[in-house]
């Protein structure tokens, strides 16, 4: 059974980094496209970004082009969000996400076309 557990939110003030990390466990990482989402009270979940199983593609939302950086390590199983220059606008939790298929490029921004979810990890950024 594919787990995903996330972790490395916090509270930072704007302008500050965090790295999140995403570790799969029950499945063959490498497998696996992977993605982050957020959600923010009173919003819906919306899309962060993605990579492909290699790691060769990536797309980010553009709301966080140039300042988040998605990566994945298919040795340690783990997937990372670098988020730099933070705004409390991310303020939200943060989820990965992971699918066994291949997403169609145009798919690959929508939360229903993943299988798995880590529990989420709350980002708070203070002004």
């Known amino acids: 059974q594919v787990q995903l557990v996330g972790s490395g939110g916090g509270l930072v003030q704007a302008g500050g980094s965090l790295r999140l990390s995403c570790a799969l466990s029950g499945g063959i990482f490498s497998n696996y496209e992977m993605g982050w989402f957020r959600q923010a009270p009173g919003n819906e979940r919306e899309f962060v970004a993605y990579?492909?199983?290699?790691?060769?593609?990536?797309i980010y939302a553009d709301s966080v082009k140039g300042r988040f950086i998605i990566s994945r390590d298919n040795a340690r199983k783990t997937a990372y969000l670098q988020m730099n220059s933070l705004n409390p606008e991310d303020t939200a939790v943060y989820y990965c996400?992971?699918?066994?298929?291949?997403?169609?490029?145009?798919?690959?921004?929508?939360?229903?076309?993943?299988?798995?979810w880590g529990q989420g990890t709350q980002v708070t950024v203070s002004s």
């Open positions: 990579m492909s199983r290699s790691g060769s593609r990536t």
């Open positions: 996400a992971a699918s066994r298929g291949t997403i169609a490029s145009i798919n690959r921004s929508y939360a229903r076309n993943y299988d798995y």
